[in-house]
């Protein structure tokens, strides 16, 4: 099982500016990809953004490209997501998660990351 932790949630006025990090001590190469997921109340769990880890390719979600940008450090085995111009429809719970067997559908499919890490909270205010 791959820990995943991440950190970074807070409470910040709209406008603002976060970066979550997702520490993965247990990432290897066998770490094919890595996800920041989120979760508002009463709404389904959706896709933000994706990275492989191996070339480094970025993947996001259409209405959030732009404003978010994942990102990866190797060397510390993190993740992470930097979010600007934060809007109160921001505020959910964000996940990140990790793929590390092979999946056949698309980056946005939760079902493709077999490791969760329990989230942190962003909550953005008008």
């Known amino acids: 099982q791959l820990e995943l932790m991440e950190c970074g949630g807070g409470s910040v006025q709209a406008g603002g500016s976060l970066t979550l990090s997702c520490l993965a001590p247990?990432?290897?190469?066998?770490?094919?990809?890595m996800a920041w997921l989120r979760q508002a109340p009463g709404q389904e769990r959706e896709a933000v953004a994706s990275?492989?880890?191996?070339?480094?390719?970025?993947f996001y979600h259409d209405s959030m490209k732009g404003r978010f940008t994942i990102s990866q450090d190797k060397v510390k085995k993190t993740v992470y997501l930097s979010i600007n111009t934060l809007k109160p429809e921001d505020t959910a719970m964000y996940y990140c998660?990790?793929?590390?067997?092979?999946?056949?559908?698309?980056?946005?499919?939760?079902?493709?990351?077999?490791?969760w890490g329990p989230g942190t909270q962003v909550t953005v205010s008008s």
């Open positions: 998660a990790a793929q590390s067997e092979t999946y056949p559908g698309t980056w946005y499919d939760r079902a493709r990351y077999n490791h």
């Open positions: 247990g990432y290897t190469s066998n770490t094919y990809s």
């Open positions: 990275i492989w880890t191996g070339g480094g390719s970025t």
